[in-house]
């Protein structure tokens, strides 16, 4: 079960990387037209295609890979050696290791996102309760109905909210004090448009994505991007609440001298200009519909190959498993080359009766005995994580059918099948299986 497991992960990583890519690359090409639209569709923008890249890695681990191909290194099976000393590289030689480099990362950020977890617990358990003749008020205006704590504690330097059911906002004790009451007010405004939009839930599906998909820098970027337009939304909806223009900028700008650094929800960082000239300048806005018709794009675009993929999955099993020790290099780059499902059944049925030793009967003696092949090796040759067609005496036994001979060495470890003649191979072929 456990090897399943790695080489289910390994193969999806690999699988899930250029489709987590082309999503990545949509999210860009939407981002860039639509500089101008509302944060808050930008950063859905973004989630989508976060949403995506999970679809798709959880895809390659549950199935059989994004696209419903079988995931497995396969090609045109030429002639096989005379003698074979070890099973065929099948992908699963350099999955395992590729999996148990993910889980050993995946448990470095859990330990990292838990351990964050419980100093911030700790952090706030300490941090004091005050009371503030003004927020009730402010609550209000930000239309949060829920009971939020307010608490200070020198501990921190960054204002930010954590909690879903009991939400809490920790202000640093320096800012309290060292703000005038309209530049507070427009701090905590913005912590509490964060408890309305249920920022600290999506944190958590943030980190989540972050630690199944480190690997790929395209889900860092993107989640950057998320956060980035999360507090471009918290300020459009401080500033829509009622706070000044001028005062809102003038907040960022003295938290920004206070040095204050980034947190849960930070005010600060490398997008303090750009929020400032946002506040500053009323940007323009783009309709909502290309907007969305991007969006739409950057759904349907990585996912097109699926739905095709989808539908040709049984023609792509026939072409990677069926027959894919016996069919010629041409015929194969023929069958790949085909658009239609009539077309590969058509190809199919030509392709059996080229080989029928009987044409003139009902039977096809060839593929009969073809599928026999294949069924008696899945029930004796199989291995751990490998169906029994795919192993090197599987392939054997359906390419060239039973030996005339096997000579057996358990103590040795290995195993030889004699054909007296191969056509087009020799007389005396020897097939050795295991090592010495």
């Known amino acids: 079960m456990m090897d399943r497991m790695l080489v289910a992960v390994g193969w999806a990583m690999a699988d899930s990387f250029w489709w987590i890519t082309g999503m990545a690359v949509c999210v860009w090409l939407v981002l860039r037209l639509t500089e101008g639209a509302s944060p808050g569709l930008r950063y859905v923008v973004a989630g989508v295609g976060v949403a995506g890249a999970m679809v798709a890695f959880a895809a390659g681990v549950v199935g059989d890979g994004v696209a419903g191909v079988p995931v497995r290194l396969t090609g045109p099976a030429g002639p096989l050696p005379v003698a074979i000393g070890s099973a065929p590289f099948d992908g699963a030689d350099w999955s395992r290791p590729l999996a ?174 750009g929020r400032v000239m946002r506040v500053l300048g009323s940007p323009s806005r783009t309709p909502s519909w290309p907007v969305l018709a991007a969006l739409a794009f950057a759904l349907a675009a990585p996912f097109a190959p699926l739905m095709v993929a989808q539908v040709s999955k049984p023609y792509s099993m026939w072409l990677n498993e069926d027959v894919t020790y016996i069919i010629e290099p041409a015929e194969r780059k023929r069958f790949e080359s085909l658009r239609s499902d009539a077309e590969r059944e058509q190809f199919i049925e030509q392709f059996w009766k080229r080989r029928d030793p009987t044409p003139a009967t009902m039977e096809n003696e060839a593929k009969d005995e073809h599928y026999r092949r294949i069924r008696y090796s899945n029930d004796r040759f199989k291995e751990s994580g490998k169906a029994g067609w795919a192993t090197e005496k599987g392939r054997t036994y359906i390419r060239f059918g039973p030996p005339d001979e096997i000579e057996s060495h358990p103590e040795r470890g290995y195993e030889q099948w004699l054909y007296k003649e191969i056509p087009e191979v020799g007389t005396k072929v020897i097939f050795e299986f295991g090592k010495r």
């Open 100 to 273: 148990m480099l993910w889980f050993c990362g995946v448990m470095i950020l859990s330990l990292r996102t838990v351990g964050g977890w419980v100093y911030l617990r700790v952090l706030i358990r300490r941090a004091a309760v005050r009371e503030l003749a003004a927020f009730s008020e402010l609550c209000a205006r930000m239309g949060v109905r829920r009971g939020v704590e307010l608490r200070t504690t020198v501990r921190v330097d960054s204002p930010f909210t954590a909690g879903l059911w009991r939400p809490v906002i920790v202000i640093p004790l320096a800012t309290l004090a060292g703000l005038p009451a309209d530049q507070l007010e427009a701090v905590l405004l913005h912590e509490l448009a964060h408890i309305r939009r249920h920022d600290y839930l999506a944190e958590w599906v943030l980190q989540i994505a972050e630690t199944v998909l480190f690997y790929h820098p395209a889900i860092w970027w993107m989640t950057s991007m998320m956060r980035k337009e999360r507090e471009r939304s918290c300020d459009d909806m401080a500033i829509a609440s009622g706070v000044e223009r001028g005062c809102y900028a003038k907040a960022l700008l003295r938290l920004e001298e206070m040095r204050v650094p980034v947190l849960a929800n930070g005010w600060t960082g490398s997008d303090l200009n």
